[in-house]
């Protein structure tokens, strides 16, 4: 083997002129850039066109739509009502749009999403198509004037405990904010509200309690023991069962 190394041989790289470039220029076809704007989605809506919209201009259109309103007042709520019209047959903008509204609800953020925009929800949870959907069911909690209890009402008409509604909710809303977290200790004294609870309710309040830290879990069954009555606890010998079996004895 020889011991010089062998040099490589590189292909020359090709010279090109300024004309030649500026030819090459001249052929290529002229680039458009589409810059987002509101008006350019609300024209789309209004010509029957929103599914050409594309999820660029939808997010630049929900994040500019407050500034939009406040240079076209009297089009807001009606602007924002075609916005949640659309939404109601289209997947995307729905996710983004309950996303939004339920930080802005949820961690009192506002500048995430336009006030018309929050104040028109009701065009979209009003549809037969969304109503049933869990997420929109919370999202109606949350407008409420007792947003933890109305969520408590809705684990239980589900009969799931906190754990399993953020498990099914949380691939479509922010399970992080404070309202998910504060509305456990609404669970107690929603229950007491139910005069005649059945079987399964009183199942639930149990799997509630269950997954309740030793403060919560405290304070719930204080509530429990001073507001549910005899009749109640006669009918219902689990939970008494479970009353005893961890408050009859012991530290609590």
């Known amino acids: 083997m020889n011991s010089q190394s062998s040099i490589l041989s590189l292909p020359e790289t090709p010279q090109c002129s300024p004309n030649q470039l500026i030819q090459l220029a001249r052929n290529l076809p002229d680039a458009t850039i589409s810059i987002p704007s509101v008006d350019k989605v609300l024209e789309a809506i209004e010509q029957g066109k929103a599914d050409r919209v594309s999820k660029l201009d939808w997010i630049y259109c929900i994040h500019a739509k407050s500034q939009w309103d406040r240079q076209n007042i009297d ?76 969520l408590a009402k809705l684990a239980c008409e589900q009969r799931i405990n906190r754990t399993e509604l953020l498990n099914k909710i949380r691939e479509y809303l922010p399970v992080w904010i404070p309202l998910f977290s504060n509305f456990i200790e609404d669970i107690a004294p929603y229950f007491t509200t139910i005069r005649s609870p059945n079987q399964q309710q009183v199942r639930w309040l149990l799997s509630c309690l269950d997954e309740m830290s030793e403060s919560q879990q405290i304070k719930a069954v204080n509530h429990l023991l001073t507001n549910v009555s005899n009749d109640i606890a006669s009918n219902h010998s689990l939970l008494v069962d479970w009353l005893r079996h961890n408050y009859r004895n012991g530290e609590n």
């Open 75 to 150: 089009r807001s709520g009606k602007t924002s009502a075609a916005i949640w019209n659309v939404a109601i047959s289209n997947l995307w903008l729905q996710h983004q749009l309950l996303w939004r509204l339920a930080l802005y609800y949820g961690d009192r953020q506002e500048q995430v999403l336009a006030k018309s925009l929050a104040e028109s929800f009701d065009i979209f949870a009003n549809s037969d198509l969304v109503s049933h959907l869990l997420p929109v069911q919370i999202i109606r909690a949350f407008c409420s004037k007792k947003p933890g209890r109305e």
